[in-house]
């Protein structure tokens, strides 16, 4: 298929239209491979297409060529980019422009977009403004904002639903701020901001800027109603600098994909033409984030605002896809605690990173720590995120099943393995197995086992199987109980 449209193309048979669905089939990395064979064969042919006389083939073969993105490329791209007097391909080329290394023409694309600003707006001038500033960005990234608090907050802490009274604990504990329960989070207010920010066992930091619903449906509408509030003056007492914020919205609870779109569109396209320019809405370098939740009756908004850097997990440079959330850690961690026993000895058989042994330390001091994992990688990323922490771990590369001690444990803590294309469902069975097997050998009098899982029915098979086990707690930690905690004892 892709060597019939390239025959055509060069043989100029419905150029347009082939190269429409060209620019289609080579998303495919194959059919990319396939084109690039033909491409560099006729390369004078696809290149000399710039120079088409239907603007519509120009503007398929600019987006063509910023895919093939050979270096070779660049200066005709840019060349032509300065030369079409067609408007609507301004943008195109710009957007083709970006997978370059473009800096030699900055001070050009700089001129170019201070010629623009002295000039009416159109549509395609404002596309072509909003790809220049994207470009010129990339290579100079726009200086970001410094926060400083107002001394008085209304936040909305992101928490697994189910366990907002958890996060309710600490929050009641910071002088001068109030909090209560809704369904997946905490609405605070406080005085004390960098105390509820350092509260560890939420997943995001929220602003509650309009803390009313927003009765309307268009996103014009809620930003009308945002700007009408005060919205860049909040943004402004919130950042010590006083230069344009870049934004992107997010919203939830919209179940039509492109009814959410929409509202994301109109939302932003209103705050961005009438901020008075306080407002560009940049996603690649967003500082704000206007998170939309839609209920039956309307629209709350929140802020989230980067320029409050969250410091809570800054040991966790390491990660892999199978490593465990620190807020996660924390907040089982937080079940977990009334069962401390101080100066614990405190063994994790499944490490990965290190992140739940890092937060059980910084819950409650310990004696010893160990982890083991039996990939060299994640021993490796443990070690790193343990020193970062400046936390003692003895971490080892090793087989559960082939570690001995020379004393017992009084606590197991693990994240167990998940089911996945390398961990079939009978060596995961195997591995719970391994947990009470070894757990029994290596747990002191009065120890803890305490474990996270996904897999609830193994889970129960081995705890009605080792009643040497008391289960002192059964907990789900997520809405849909798809993940659980489970706190056991040596009775």
Not at 393 to 405: C, E, S, V, W
Request: charged share 30%; net charge neutral; with cysteine.
């Amino acid at each position: 298929m892709i060597n019939k449209i390239c025959a055509d193309i060069i043989e100029e048979k419905n150029i347009r239209e082939n190269l429409i669905q060209l620019n289609q089939m080579v998303r495919s990395e194959d059919n990319m491979d396939r084109f690039l064979d033909i491409y560099y064969e006729n390369e004078d042919v696809f290149i000399g297409l710039l120079d088409h006389e239907d603007a519509k083939v120009r503007k398929n073969i600019i987006k063509l060529l910023g895919k093939v993105a050979d270096p070779v490329l660049l200066e005709p791209l840019f060349s032509h980019y300065m030369a079409d007097e067609t408007l609507f391909l301004k943008g195109d080329y710009l957007s083709a422009l970006s997978a370059f290394d473009y800096k030699e023409y900055l001070p050009e694309l700089k001129k170019r977009k201070e010629e623009l600003e002295q000039q009416e707006r159109t549509k395609h001038s404002l596309e072509e403004l909003k790809q220049l500033q994207k470009l010129i960005w990339k290579a100079e990234p726009p200086k970001k904002h410094l926060f400083q608090t107002t001394g008085e907050e209304d936040l909305l802490l992101i928490v697994p639903r189910g366990h907002e009274e958890k996060v309710l604990e600490d929050i009641s504990k910071i002088p001068d701020t109030k909090g209560r329960a809704i369904g997946g989070g905490c609405v605070v207010h406080t005085k004390n901001l960098a105390d509820v920010a350092d509260i560890r066992t939420y997943q995001a930091l929220l602003f509650d800027f309009y803390p009313s619903l927003i009765q309307a449906s268009k996103g014009g509408e809620i930003a009308q109603c945002l700007l009408s509030a005060g919205l860049p003056d909040y943004l402004r007492k919130h950042h010590k600098e006083d230069h344009p914020f870049l934004f992107r919205t997010d919203v939830k609870g919209v179940t039509s994909v492109a009814e959410k779109n929409q509202i994301a569109r109109d939302f932003s396209v209103y705050l961005e033409e009438n901020s008075g320019g306080t407002l560009i809405n940049e996603p690649s370098f967003y500082e704000i984030e206007f998170r939309l939740i839609g209920g039956k009756k309307g629209f709350r908004v929140f802020l989230k605002l980067t320029a409050l850097k969250d410091e809570r997990f800054s040991y966790r440079k390491y990660a892999m896809a199978t490593s465990m959330q620190p807020s996660k850690a924390a907040l089982m961690m937080k079940y977990v605690q009334p069962y401390f026993k101080e100066d614990a000895n405190v063994l994790d058989p499944f490490c990965g990173t290190g992140t739940l042994l890092i937060e059980r330390v910084l819950a409650g001091k310990c004696k010893s720590m160990y982890g083991l994992d039996i990939s060299g990688q994640a021993i490796q990323a443990a070690w790193e995120n343990s020193r970062r922490a400046d936390k003692m771990i003895n971490l080892i590369q090793r087989n559960f099943n082939d570690f001995k001690h020379e004393y017992k444990f009084d606590e197991i803590l693990t994240d167990m393995p998940r089911q996945s294309s390398s961990v079939k469902s009978k060596q995961l069975e195997y591995l719970y197995e391994l947990l009470f097997l070894k757990s029994r050998e290596l747990m002191a009098d009065r120890a803890v086992l305490a474990v996270y899982c996904e897999n609830k029915e193994l889970m129960d098979r081995q705890v009605s199987r080792n009643r040497w086990l008391k289960c002192l707690k059964r907990i789900p930690m997520s809405k849909d109980q798809t993940t659980w905690l489970f706190i056991l004892q040596n009775s």
